[in-house]
């Protein structure tokens, strides 16, 4: 019986690592004055920005990382596993070392920057930086998602639906991603969760500049120098929308699947 209960002790231990500090977050917060801190002009600024730019971001991911993620899904050459090892990278890669990649590729002095400064393009420190680092490290939560999701798909069905007339991409568009929402579903939701808490490569390659660039995380990170209320009520802002998240990943399957 003793034996038996060690495995659920050492998870209590890493339970309580992993939800402690929330917890002391959520203390913390009982002793603010909310509407003080989210009066705060740095709040809503960052908080539209966070918004818009994850948002897009997603989009971006969606749209551009189905096809490849189809395309992972549907081949086993060594090609499709390096690009499929590739894809996952940004995500055991530092965020600031991904910013500083990012500024050696669109900088000035950057890889493609004398080509964008002749078609007069600055990318560095603007909005559409944030989205850019936000794309980086968010696409392989999406890819690695939807191609598992695809990898479900009966290759029969899509046979009987070439049989019927179909082409290639409606068979994709009407048999093929119907199966595999769930795991489309849940790689978007995972995709804007860490596009929207993006910090490390958004402050190297965009900055942090209010009302610009300055996203949420930035924006904690910014009134930890001045006010910790602050940065806590901000904190428990981004807790309360993943929390938000994670409740929609665990219904959102359940319910496609009844559809």
Known sequence: MRGSRIPGLVGAVLVGLVLLPLVA?????ARVDFGAAL?????????????RTSLLAMALVVLLGTPLAWWLATRRTRIARAV????????????AVIGVALLMTYGRQGLLGPFLANVGVT??????????????????FYVQAAASGFREVDPELLVVARSL????TAALRRVAIPIAMPGLV???????????GEFGATLVFAGNMRGETQTLPLAIFQALESDVRVAVVFSLVLVAVGALLLG????????WGRR
Do not use: K, N, Y
């Open 248 to 255: 929609a990943l665990r219904f959102a399957p359940r319910l």
């Open 186 to 196: 849940v790689g978007a939701s995972l995709a804007w969760a860490r596009a929207l």
């Open 84 to 95: 499929e090892l590739a894809v996952a990278l940004p995500i055991v890669v530092p965020p």
């Open 123 to 140: 990318l560095p420190f603007t909005e559409p930086a944030v989205v850019l680092a936000q794309v980086v490290v968010a696409a392989p």
């Open 39 to 51: 009066a705060d002009p740095m709040f809503l600024p960052a908080l539209a920005l966070s918004v």
């Open 165 to 168: 007339g179909a082409t290639p």
């Open 25 to 29: 977050l959520v203390v913390a917060g």
